[in-house]
């Protein structure tokens, strides 16, 4: 099991950045994937990125791709996601996950995750 708190959300203007951090603890980390999702009120939760173990195959949904970066730092047992390029679209709470899904070259569903955060709140203006 991995235990998981996310920070670093906000309020931007649109086109502004924001980086987001999840500080995993718990003896599964190292062998887990993680994933950031993010829920819009009365949307689903979607993925948004996903980083396997090794860091060598990240993978993005569409919507995202090109304006955010997963990336971990395993020195400190921690996920980032940079966000640039910020969009009102991208409002929504976020949330860190682990888990060992299936190797696909998507963002797995979120079913394949058994490890959450609490979620961290990002809101964009126009």
């Known amino acids: ?3 998981l708190v996310e920070s670093g959300g ?3 203007q649109t086109g502004g950045s924001l980086r987001l951090s999840c500080a995993a603890s718990g003896a599964s980390y190292s062998t887990s994937a993680m994933a950031w ?3 819009a009120p009365g949307k ?3 993925g948004v990125a996903v980083i396997y173990p090794g860091g060598g195959n990240r993978y993005y ?4 791709k090109g304006r955010f970066a997963i990336s971990q730092d395993n020195a400190k047992n921690t996920v980032y996601l ?11 709470m ?3 996950a682990a888990g060992i899904p299936r190797w696909v070259p998507v963002v797995p569903p979120r079913s394949d995750f058994s490890d959450w955060g609490q ?3 990002v809101t964009v203006s126009s």
């Open 94 to 96: 976020y949330y860190c």
């Open 10 to 12: 906000g309020s931007v």
């Open 37 to 39: 999702f993010r829920q």
């Open 119 to 121: 979620g961290t709140q």
């Open 1 to 3: 099991q991995v235990q």
């Open 82 to 92: 940079q966000m640039n390029n910020l969009k009102p679209e991208d409002t929504a």
């Open 61 to 64: 949904s569409p919507s995202v």
């Open 44 to 46: 689903e939760r979607e």
